[in-house]
T-cell receptor, first 113, second 114 residues
């Protein structure tokens, strides 16, 4: 069974640009969550989507947004990039019910110059 | 803030058991304990989870104290590839669903020495 797939693996952007990251969950998983990991702040929750609806949101500015498609695939977008947005962006998927764990992809490494 | 506390770092000799402790003194009745590990530049890898009984799988064992205020992850025969940051997380999960807003602490850096 394929794991969570994130593309691209690495990305370099310039301040002020926007970026879109993609996540394909494990087959059958309908919940997709996004996390940001930086050396200073560690792993922080961005948002969660289920059945194409945002179900939960972390404490990030509105420049960070996401969406989920009918096939459960998800994208996140960051507009007007800042240097501080340089991070590893991780996607995780899970079944919706009970204690089944989240499974993470290997992330997209975004560098903003 | 994270609801768990873990030592910042630990060493273990290759081939020996690695015992990683975690305190979660404010855990609620519907919160499970989960362990993940992260090897540099990869995503967190799920290891094991439990509610109140001890659990074992092919990767590790999880021992939860009777009062559920602490737990220990045991890697029975550590190898160099087990060197990673280990995260202990509590997560609400019941018949009504589960929260996927995980709160990660700083974890324990386990260094397995040859």
């Amino acid at each position: 069974k394929a794991g969570v797939t994130q593309t691209p693996r690495y990305l370099i952007k310039t301040r002020g640009q926007q970026v879109t990251l993609s996540c394909s969950p494990i087959s059958g998983h309908r919940s997709v969550s996004w996390y940001q990991q930086t050396p200073g702040q560690g792993l922080q929750f961005l948002f969660e989507y289920f059945s194409e609806t945002q179900r939960n949101k972390g404490n990030f500015p509105g420049r960070f947004s996401g969406r989920q498609f009918s096939n459960s695939r998800s994208e996140m977008n960051v507009s007007t990039l800042e240097l501080g947005d340089s991070a590893l962006y991780l996607c995780a998927s899970s079944w919706d019910r009970g204690p089944s764990p989240l499974h993470f992809g290997n992330g997209t490494r975004l560098t903003v110059t | 803030d994270a609801k768990t506390t873990q030592p910042t770092s630990m060493d273990c000799a290759e081939g020996r058991a690695a015992n990683l402790p975690c305190n979660h003194s404010t855990i609620s009745g519907n919160e499970y304990v989960y362990w993940y590990r992260q090897i540099h530049s990869q995503g967190p890898q799920y290891i094991i989870h439990g509610l109140k009984n001890n659990e074992t799988n092919e990767m590790a064992s999880l021992i939860i104290t009777e009062d559920r205020k602490s737990s220990t992850l045991i890697l029975p025969h550590a190898t160099l590839r087990d060197t990673a940051v280990y995260y202990c997380i509590v997560r609400v999960a019941d018949d009504g669903g589960a929260t996927n807003k995980l709160i990660f602490g700083t974890g324990t850096l386990l260094a397995v020495q040859p």
